[in-house]
Structure formats: structure tokens, C-alpha cells
Nanobody, 126 residues
Framework: QVQLVESGGGLVQAGGSLRLSCAAS????????MGWFRQAPGKERDFVAAITWSGGSTYYADSVKGRFTISRDNAKNTVYLQMNSLKPDDTAVYYCAAAYSSRSYDRVRVAGYDYWGQGTQVTVSS
């Protein structure tokens, strides 16, 4: 079993920045591809960013490309999402996710991940 705990959410004005963290425990963190998703009220959970187990490759949704940066520290069992130039449309609950199964892994799909955190709220005011 894997536990994922997000932190770092909050209220920020448009144009501001936040850094989300996701601390993992329970299995070898460095074996997992990690992802960030977000879900706004009344909407589906959408892909935001992903990073491979080694940190060698990163992927972003078009809506956040150039503003958000995903990174990981395998020594600390933590994945990060640095969010800059935030917009009101970025308001959502942000979830981190871990994928251990190469057979089912799909970095942009909710079903492609095996474990999820409880989420952290990000609110961007205009």
C-alpha cells in the first residue's frame, strides 16, 4: 500500500505562485511514475503534469505549460509542483498520483495511476 499526502495549497492572487508537495510512503518511491491532476467543482479530474521514475522526463497539459514545473526528490520520497503565474482558472483541488504498474500506466489518464492522495485546495482570486 502507498500513502500520498499533498500539502502547500492555499489562497493566492492571480499572478502569484504556490509550490505543492506530495510525500509518499509505503513502497519504493523511486520506482513510481508520478503525476499531478486537478479537479474543479462540477468538472472531471484532469491531467496537469507527470514525471518519470528517474525524473528524466516531464510532461505537461497545454494549459499549464510554461507556468508549472514538476520535479521530484527520490531521496525525500517527494514530488513537487511549482505553480507560477497562477490564473483564476487554475482554481481546483490538486491531487498527486503514483503509478507502479507499467502495464496500466498512462500518464494523462486517471485510470493510469494506482494510488492517489487526498488532494489539496488551490484557490486563485482575480
Amino acid at each position: 500500500q502507498v500513502q500520498l499526502v499533498e500539502s502547500g495549497g492555499g489562497l493566492v492572487q492571480a499572478g502569484g505562485s504556490l509550490r505543492l508537495s506530495c510525500a509518499a510512503s509505503g513502497r519504493t518511491f523511486s520506482s513510481a511514475h508520478m503525476g499531478w491532476f486537478r479537479q474543479a467543482p462540477g468538472k472531471e479530474r484532469d491531467f496537469v503534469a507527470a514525471i518519470t521514475w528517474s525524473g528524466g522526463s516531464t510532461y505537461y497539459a497545454d494549459s499549464v505549460k510554461g507556468r508549472f514545473t514538476i520535479s521530484r526528490d527520490n531521496a525525500k520520497n517527494t514530488v513537487y509542483l511549482q505553480m507560477n503565474s497562477l490564473k483564476p482558472d487554475d482554481t481546483a483541488v490538486y491531487y498527486c498520483a503514483a503509478a507502479y504498474s507499467s502495464r496500466s500506466y498512462d500518464r494523462v489518464r486517471v485510470a493510469g495511476y494506482d494510488y492517489w492522495g487526498q488532494g489539496t485546495q488551490v484557490t486563485v482570486s482575480s
